[in-house]
């Protein structure tokens, strides 16, 4: 006798699957899901045409980073989300290249191959729970068989136990989950602000960058990204240096390289330009502009536009 049917167990998956297709859906797009996945969302009675042409959490992440490196990260902070959102379905907001379409697409197909990663370890480690209860449960149900009474209550505390596992198990997916989404999130809101850097740069224009590297970074972001500790010089980088060097998933931490990502999931480390003519100022701790800098060393001069975000009006 089996705790769960295989047609019981087969559902228990399939409830699963919804979830996962359904937040795909929700943060990456329908259309990296398969015909099965979204025939799969139709039958759960989910109507899968209200995601299309809607902006996904990726896309918005994208978008605001350009946006904040337009702007400067003092007035994005007062900026509500609603007014965000506004924007960018306004005339203001200019669509985007394809190459920055292209970025964007990247981080949606690391996002997908990510969280189907994780479904498939969920929905194994289900499994594994359900057959190892399933064995006990058959253990003490030859010692009953001819009790029923004593089989029912064997049953019920073999489920009580399954359900307590699966629960203690829950908080570990959640916890993963929510790195994915954190760490991809960031990857695109710097993406963002990197593609906005090199907009304005112009073509063949090289951009240096730096990190900014908050109190309370861990010892791998100091390291990486500091030049002696934290409150230092940061280290100056090219744009296209830190690209070449990709991510540093499932790489050793001896391995990792700075990024123009995440460096590690959950970091929060900003990229900035270091525009020509500027040095560290040991006193403010920032970059300024130099008191004595070569006559070719030009601050760049960004031609100002208005946009209206809300009720303000900006210049950039």
């Excluded at 978008?63 to 924007?87: E, Q």
């Excluded at 989404?181 to 990197?194: D, I, P, Q, S, W």
């Amino acid at each position: 006798m089996l705790i769960f049917t295989p047609n019981q167990t087969e559902e228990l998956m399939k409830i699963m699957d919804k979830h996962q297709y359904l937040f795909i859906s929700a943060n990456v797009g329908t259309n990296y899901l398969s015909q099965y996945e979204k025939q799969t969302l139709k039958d759960a009675g989910i109507d899968i045409d209200k995601f299309k042409n809607s902006k996904g959490k990726i896309d918005e992440a994208f978008s605001f980073g350009m946006l904040s490196t337009a702007l400067n990260d003092s007035r994005i902070k007062g900026m509500k989300y609603k007014d965000f959102k506004k924007f960018m379905q306004s005339k203001n907001f200019m669509p985007l290249t394809a190459k920055e379409n292209a970025a964007i697409e990247s981080l949606k197909y690391q996002t997908y191959s990510d969280v189907q990663n994780l479904a498939n370890k969920v929905k194994n480690d289900v499994s594994t729970i359900i057959v190892n209860e399933d064995k006990k449960f058959r253990t003490k149900f030859d010692e009953v068989i001819h009790d029923s009474a004593k089989r029912a209550i064997e049953m019920r505390g073999s489920v009580r136990d399954m359900v307590s596992e699966i629960g203690n198990k829950t908080g570990q997916w959640e916890k993963n989950l929510g790195r994915i989404a954190e760490y991809t999130l960031h990857n695109a809101y710097e993406e963002g602000r990197a593609a906005q850097l090199e907009k304005d740069a112009g073509v063949g224009e090289e951009v240096f960058v730096y990190k900014d590297v908050y109190q309370g970074a861990c010892k791998h972001c100091i390291k990486h990204y500091l030049t002696g500790g934290l409150g230092s010089q940061p280290i100056i980088f090219r744009l296209s240096e830190l690209r070449a060097n990709g991510s540093n998933v499932g790489k050793k931490v001896d391995d990792w390289k700075a990024t123009l990502g995440s460096l590690h999931p959950y970091c929060r480390c900003t990229i900035n330009e270091v525009q020509k003519g500027y040095v560290w100022n040991e006193e403010s701790k920032s970059f300024e502009r130099g008191r004595y800098k070569a006559k070719s060393d030009k601050v760049r001069n960004r031609e100002k536009i208005s946009i209206k975000i809300g009720s303000e009006e900006y210049k950039v």
